[in-house]
């Protein structure tokens, strides 16, 4: 019976992360990005050459792997912003039940449950999980990591290790952030490793010891494997390993520690205060919890504290889940703290939405426990022994119903904010270039024998000669290559070619931008 409710709520979870996802996903968010259709771009070309690249400099250096998945995508769904985002989905999905199994480790399925249905509704994930960024992936591959490498432990199976390794070497393959979270998995075995020391007998040690050692010797191996091809890369090609990083960096400013230290009050400050002001990432300002969950979240946050505490008094060693989870929280925030642009920034911070929702998870169940626990003492001070158990089960249920609503409050507030406040927002409309969408609509309209001009008139970084804006518009249409720009009639013109007359006369000419 047990088994049987833990199952379906996990698969409800899942049917509600689901909905959150694909409900509407051909209309929020509006329009499409640039940073997405470049995506898109890369991928048409990787499938139709059949030359997958790991690293893609051009596009503002990205990493191969979320690309080469969404070229199978568009060749099921075409060029469109949903085959875009339909892989951001599922990823999202596949987070938020890896998340139920890696805190199911950690601590209990309670935990699990209540930490993937924060995520499942969550304004925050469920953004990313909307939009063609390849971000997305990072958060699905710590967690799937992170549980098969405490599996790996527990376990002392060298098939667990291997598994773990295929994620965490993925990872690299996905976004810069990734990078620094293997320090907390080495931050998790060293606790782990002096924790069962501490615990065990010495013949139970030396055996757990040499099993351990194995596993990790089959980690190295298979992580080394995976990485390598783009550690290769980044030792024939230098300037992609930091790329955007020395753009960004707080390290390339004046006054950088000056500046770290407002980065670092403002990163917290955005959980709970003021949040990302970035129209495409957060509803503007906003703080990224719901405000009773920021609540659950400083309370789960500051019970790990005291777990650690308590545990290196009663057992002299720290609790080795929290110290992964503290070691991931603030290694996770680091990519944030050291950028020296748009902060607070949640796209940056994404390594850590899982670790953020079993913070807040904790904080819940320690409060349903505390209630619990409350009522069921009163019940048994105030009741004739054969009534208090019924009056504990009442307590219970009641407390239970309590949890219940609550989250479905959540869940509503934060479906009402995506789906009827943000999406339909027109400032929203405007950040993805809902106005590129339009023009490509239009040209795939036109016949195709009328010659057409895009007017490239934004700024942005040149790929091939033309500023990145026009992405949108060469994706819709599928003129990113010469060859297709022919087929269709459809070219681009910068500034410069527009000035210098380098077009047909009686041509069709749009600007991407209408100038005012």
Request: hydrophobic share 50%.
């Amino acid at each position: 019976m047990k088994h049987l409710r833990e199952f379906t709520i996990v698969i409800l979870i899942i049917l509600v992360a689901t909905i959150f996802r694909l409900y509407k996903l051909d209309t929020f968010p509006p329009g499409l990005y640039p940073d997405e259709a470049m995506n898109g771009n890369n991928a048409i070309q990787a499938y139709e050459t059949g030359e997958y690249k790991i690293f893609y400099p051009e596009n503002n250096g990205r990493e191969g792997l979320f690309i080469a998945i969404q070229s199978l995508s568009i060749r099921a769904f075409g060029n469109t912003a949903y085959a875009l985002r339909f892989v951001s989905a599922i990823t999202g999905i596949l987070t938020v039940l890896g998340l139920y199994f890696l805190a199911k480790k950690l601590f209990n399925w309670q935990i699990g449950a209540i930490a993937s249905f924060l995520m499942a509704i969550s304004f925050w994930h469920v953004t990313f999980s909307r939009i063609g960024f390849r971000a997305i992936m990072a958060p699905l591959l710590v967690v799937w990591g992170a549980y098969f490498f405490w599996k790996g432990l527990s376990t002392t199976r060298w098939q667990h290790f291997a598994i773990s390794a295929i994620f965490w070497g993925l990872g690299f393959y996905t976004y810069i952030s990734f990078r620094v979270m293997p320090g907390a998995i080495i931050a998790a075995l060293l606790a782990y490793w002096y924790a069962i020391k501490k615990d065990f007998s010495h013949d139970r040690y030396i055996h757990a010891r040499n099993r351990i050692t194995q596993g990790l010797a089959v980690f190295m191996l298979v992580g080394g494997i995976v990485i390598f091809p783009l550690a290769y890369h980044f030792y024939l090609q230098p300037e992609d390993f930091l790329g955007r990083i020395t753009q960004v960096s707080i390290f390339s400013q004046d006054s950088p520690l000056k500046i770290l230290a407002t980065n670092f009050g403002k990163t917290l400050g955005m959980f709970n205060f003021v949040g990302d002001h970035n129209w495409r990432h957060n509803f503007a300002g906003r703080p990224i919890l719901f405000l009773p969950v920021g609540i659950f979240f400083i309370l789960g946050f500051f019970k790990s504290i005291l777990r650690l505490e308590r545990g290196r008094k009663t057992r002299g060693r720290f609790s080795p889940p929290h110290i992964f989870l503290f070691s991931w929280f603030f290694l996770g925030l680091l990519p944030v703290v050291l950028s020296a642009e748009g902060i607070p920034h949640s796209l940056r911070a994404i390594v850590v939405v899982p670790v953020i929702y079993i913070f807040t998870a904790e904080g819940l169940w320690w409060i349903f426990e505390w209630s619990r626990d409350h009522y069921r003492v009163r019940s048994r001070q105030q009741s004739y022994l054969p009534l208090a158990h019924h009056h504990i089960a009442q307590s219970t249920l009641a407390i239970s119903l309590a949890l219940g609503a609550f989250l479905l409050a959540d869940a509503i507030y934060e479906f009402k904010t995506y789906f009827y406040d943000w999406g339909p927002n027109e400032t929203v409309r405007a950040n993805f270039n809902q106005n590129y969408v339009d023009i490509a609509d239009r040209l795939n309209a036109l016949p195709r024998i009328k010659v057409k001009y895009v007017l490239v008139n934004a700024g942005g970084t040149l790929v091939n000669g033309i500023p990145m804006p026009a992405q949108t518009v060469m994706y819709l249409t599928d003129t990113w290559t010469s060859e297709k720009q022919q087929a269709k009639n459809i070219f681009y013109l910068n500034m410069e070619q527009y000035a210098q007359r380098r077009y047909l006369p009686n041509a069709i000419i749009i600007p991407l931008e209408e100038k005012k």
